[in-house]
């Protein structure tokens, strides 16, 4: 088992930045691969970042491209996601992931391990 805790969320203006962190704990010696992903009222989950456990790829959803990174550091066992040039439609709950399957990040099904969430709000 694994739990993981996010922070970092909060109220920004648009433009602004923001950087998340979740902390893992429990059985973190196994080879995971992280991810964020973020649900706004009413909408379905959606991917946002990846990286795989060795670090060496990772993933963006199109709408994030170039304004979010993900990061990794294994020895605080800790992933970080820098956002910057915040929207408001970047609005939404953003929850951290984790997984040892392999396959597409883009689908919930497809990652074992889920953080309670942290709020992130853009105002325009």
């Known amino acids: 088992q694994v739990q993981l805790v996010e922070s970092g969320g909060g109220l920004v203006q648009a433009g602004g930045s923001l950087r998340l962190s979740c902390a893992a704990s429990?059985?973190?010696?196994?080879?995971?691969?992280m991810g964020w992903f973020r649900q706004a009222p009413g909408k379905e989950r959606e991917f946002v970042a990846a990286m795989h456990w060795s670090g060496g790829s990772t993933s963006y959803a199109d709408s994030v491209k170039g304004r979010f990174t993900i990061s990794r550091d294994n020895a605080k066992n800790t992933v970080y996601l820098q956002m910057n040039s915040l929207r408001p439609e970047d609005t939404a709950v953003y929850y951290c992931a984790a997984r040892t399957k392999s396959g597409s990040y883009y689908y919930t099904a497809s990652w074992d391990y889920w953080g309670q969430g942290t709020q992130v709000t853009v105002s325009s």
């Open positions: 429990g059985r973190t010696s196994s080879r995971y691969s």
